[in-house]
């Protein structure tokens, strides 16, 4: 009984059923009018059919458009006023005029930086061009590998990411999801109250939805009492607005514009498992530390600004010690470059470069533009994929390019290999990411269940020369809804770190079969088929 008053007076809970509320009162008004007043009827009858074609010719994912087009011509009034309601993705004017001028600000400012593109495209022009399409996509460039750290499980990343905060001296910003009181938020913040009382500015950005059953409602007013300037990103209050979908699912923490970590670990003792809820918890994460750590700075800066005033300068962002960068790229070139392109050698097929540092390239993702990076930087990996493909994801719920490019990477005999959880932290997603098994396996693409628990690491691992890590999972929410970010690593020092640490996943996973799907039960595919029609909405 005790659990179930918890449950039923937890805020998500509370303001979901005023917002069914909202929606069922105002659907009952319609139709009650549309029984006594024809006109009304077949006003939303010819709605229905105008929104249908207008999906039909919209300039989107087809996957996208089947669920909406299904529920509009099954049920025309309860279809049109839902699409009105949760379809786009708008800021207010304001909240847009901000969010233009950040980006604009940001674009310039890197405009300036100098960009490792030329280097890059010495040694691998396949590489190059995955590189220049980030460019182009997100506004920020190449850069060369300085100093990068691989965590192969958040109980690594969460003592590093202590020791750093210790040394903070101008300012620490963090962005996450999830943070929820316990051992992990809680040594954070002890380091952060001390780093305030030495004048450190400490800012959070916290997601209302992935926070809203760990913290209470108000924690940001409980921060700024503690000197930490708190924004909670979109909240989650009891109102039909149209973007309750977009979530800010990154995972950052910059500190002085040096040093920044992300991947896929939240602040919750899940994470580093300190809690038990799923078995053993299997995440990963990276640490950058130089000029590349600056763009996370600038990511969470056009986030802040969303809602309030950031108050500073782009160029008091970087780190005191930074060096003048403002050299043209061919300068550059010119004077860290050999006359001679860079000789490589072949090794099982790969090619590497003898140069001892590789290059890496931050990116982000936006549901407010028009542009899908995440899926683009996944697509780019698995279509220039060659010998092997490992990917790790917490959720495997995609549209039809991604399941074609991987299948089609299957059969140019390229070891395409997944790794999913095999206890699952959603039953309905759970259930849906094994709908898709079938038709990968079936066309060669090799499927594993992470056994011990549940495996929420987010990475892509290709020919031993290319890699990404970040928050991006391989579902609609991800790669259509969220603001994201990650990591794309060319040649770089812990590439075989996350190899190494893949290949152990693979040996503590079950590989699905054929054979094994056969035993799924009828009514258990019959339920999957009709959670998928409904995938890119959940």
């Not at 995955?130 to 460039?141: E, F, N, V």
């Not at 850069?143 to 903070?168: D, V």
């Not at 028009?370 to 698995?382: H, R, S």
């Not at 990591?487 to 054929?514: C, G």
């Amino acid at each position: 009984m005790r659990k179930l008053l918890k449950f039923l007076t937890n805020r998500f809970v509370i303001v979901s059923v005023l917002i069914l509320v909202q929606i069922g009162v105002l659907l009952l008004s319609v139709f009650e009018l549309s029984k006594h007043y024809a006109i009304i009827a077949a006003f939303f009858w010819v709605l229905s059919l105008v929104l249908t074609l207008v999906l039909i010719n919209k300039n989107s994912n087809p996957s996208s458009k089947i669920p909406w087009i299904v529920i509009i011509g099954l049920v025309p009034l309860f279809g049109v006023m839902l699409y009105a309601m949760f379809s786009s993705s708008k800021l207010r004017k304001h909240e847009q005029q901000r969010l233009a001028k950040a980006i604009h600000d940001k674009n310039q400012f890197f405009a300036k930086e100098a960009n490792s593109l030329l280097f890059l495209a010495q040694q691998d022009s396949h590489a190059a061009s995955q590189s220049h399409y980030i460019s182009q996509a997100t506004g920020l460039p190449l850069y060369r590998e300085e100093e990068l750290k691989y965590f192969e499980s958040g109980e690594a990343f969460f003592e590093c990411l202590i020791e750093e905060l210790k040394k903070a001296r101008r300012y620490i910003y963090l962005e996450y999801f999830i943070i929820q009181p316990g051992i992990f938020w809680q040594s954070i913040l002890d380091i952060l109250k001390e780093k305030i009382a030495c004048g450190v500015d400490v800012r959070l950005i916290y997601d209302d939805v992935g926070s809203v059953r760990t913290v209470p409602f108000g924690y940001n007013l409980e921060m700024e009492k503690l000197g930490i300037k708190t924004v909670v990103f979109n909240p989650y209050r009891p109102a039909p607005r149209t973007i309750l979908h977009n979530r800010d699912h990154k995972k950052i923490c910059i500190i002085d514009g040096a040093t920044a970590f992300t991947g896929g670990i939240n602040i919750a003792d899940e994470y580093i498992n300190r809690i038990n809820r799923f078995g053993h918890w299997k995440d990963t994460g990276v640490m950058i530390k130089g000029d590349a750590a600056l763009t996370f700075a600038f990511m969470f800066a056009n986030t802040w600004c969303i809602y309030r005033d950031f108050e500073k300068t782009y160029e008091s962002l970087r780190p005191e010690f930074a060096e003048n960068t403002e050299k043209s790229p061919a300068a550059l070139l010119q004077s860290a470059v050999p006359n001679t392109a860079p000789q490589t050698e072949k090794t099982d097929g790969a090619k590497h470069s003898k140069y001892k540092k590789g290059f890496l390239q931050p990116y982000s993702d936006s549901p407010l533009d028009n542009e899908l990076t995440g899926e683009q930087v996944y697509l780019n990996i698995i279509n220039q994929s060659t010998r092997y493909l490992y990917i790790t994801t917490p959720y495997l719920i995609v549209d039809h390019e991604i399941i074609l490019a991987l299948q089609l990477a299957a059969k140019r005999d390229v070891d395409v290999r997944i790794i999913t959880p095999y206890i699952p932290d959603k039953w309905i997603i759970h259930e849906l990411t094994r709908s898709y098994y079938k038709e990968l396996i079936e066309n060669g693409v090799q499927v594993f269940e992470y056994t011990p628990g549940f495996m929420h690491a987010k990475m892509f691992l290709c020919d031993d020369i290319i890699a990404t890590v970040g928050t991006v999972n391989l579902d609609y929410r991800s790669l259509y809804h969220h603001f994201e970010c990650g990591v794309w690593m060319y040649n770089t020092e812990i590439i075989p770190q996350i190899k190494a640490d893949i290949h152990e996943s693979f040996a503590l996973s079950k590989e699905i079969t054929e054979e094994y799907l056969a035993q799924t039960s009828l009514p258990r595919r019959f339920i999957r088929s009709i959670f998928k029609i409904f995938a890119p909405l959940m």
